[in-house]
């Protein structure tokens, strides 16, 4: 079961809507209070490494887990 999905055009960049549905993921705990664990790790391929990427993840508290580009 996905946690959130978003749909592009054929032509468009997925790297770019990493940020996006990292921001509309939302965990069920089935326990009252606040719905939402933040995600601590995220795993991707080489093309989502990026500075400005990287910095949002940063701000956000996710820890980026990708091969750098050499």
Do not use: F
């Not at 960049?13 to 939402?36: A, C, F, M, Y």
């Amino acid at each position: 079961m996905p946690l959130s999905n978003r749909t592009t055009p054929a032509n468009g960049s997925e790297t770019d809507q990493v940020i996006p549905l990292l921001d509309s993921v939302k965990v069920k705990t089935n326990k009252g209070g606040r719905p939402r664990k933040p995600l601590k790790v995220l795993a991707a391929d080489k093309p989502y490494y990026c500075k400005d990427k990287r910095a949002a993840l940063h701000r956000r508290g996710i820890r980026p887990q990708w091969p750098k580009r050499v």
